[in-house]
């Protein structure tokens, strides 16, 4: 069966501190992979995707991700995090429809 | 250009009413998907269209629900005999198209908060 699993459900970081987000996937077949971000009070929006090449994926607002095929992981990381980072992150995965079969998302708090 | 919108934004009924739920996609975005968000969960995939057809209605719970996208442009979530268990964020979004290709990004509405009491 199709799932994404996320590691961390609640993260709290002061700014500054370094970020990294466990996702991992079971898909068969060819797999896309994404991350979208939720701010407080907003709607989900595109981080970054995954589709094919480089598996090193640089993002919006200093995140990137690593595909790592052999681990089946897609971790999100950024080197330094902001108070305006805090929002909910959903780690996505997708075949050839386009359907998002999404993990249950990580709640990310930073400290200012 | 506007983004996904979706009315109404909030809508509290009761339990065994019907109520409807209505997605407006991006301008020229033939793919549309309707997901479902629990409170604590991600997003569940319910159905998608491309066009006016459902090209995978696989997600949708049982036969309460159903969605119609007549032209191929706004698309209706309709919910029959609703359940206290059918509370959530209803969640739609666009794509240029459903191939799932590296420009088919879906891009979200700000959904709908639906609670059945």
């Known amino acids: 069966a199709q799932s994404v699993s996320q590691h961390n459900h609640h993260v709290i970081l002061s700014e500054a501190a370094s970020l990294e987000l466990g996702c991992n996937y079971s898909?068969?077949?060819?797999?896309?992979l994404f991350w979208y971000v939720q701010y407080p009070g907003q709607h989900l929006q595109l981080l970054l995707k995954y589709f094919s090449g480089d598996p090193l994926v640089k993002g919006i607002k200093g995140f990137e991700a690593e595909f790592i095929k052999s681990k089946f992981s897609f971790n999100l990381r950024k080197p330094s995090v902001q108070w305006s980072d805090t929002a909910e992150y959903f780690c996505a995965a997708s075949g050839n429809t386009g359907k998002l079969i999404f993990g249950q998302g990580t709640t990310l708090q930073v400290k200012p | 250009g506007a983004g996904v919108s979706q009315t109404p934004s909030n809508k509290v009924t009761e339990k065994g009413k019907y109520v409807e739920l209505r997605c407006d996609p991006i301008?020229?975005?033939?793919?549309l998907y309707w997901y479902r968000q629990s409170l604590g969960q991600g997003p569940e995939f319910l159905i998608y269209f491309q066009g006016t057809g459902a090209a995978d209605d696989s997600g949708l719970p049982n036969d309460r629900f159903f969605a119609v996208r007549p032209e191929g442009s706004v698309s209706t979530l309709k919910i029959q005999r609703t359940e206290r268990g059918d509370s959530a964020v209803y969640l739609c979004a666009s794509s240029l198209r459903a191939g799932g290709g590296r420009t088919d990004t879906q891009y979200f509405g700000p959904g709908t908060r639906l609670t059945v009491l």
């Open positions: 301008s020229g975005h033939t793919a």
């Open positions: 898909y068969g077949g060819t797999v896309n």
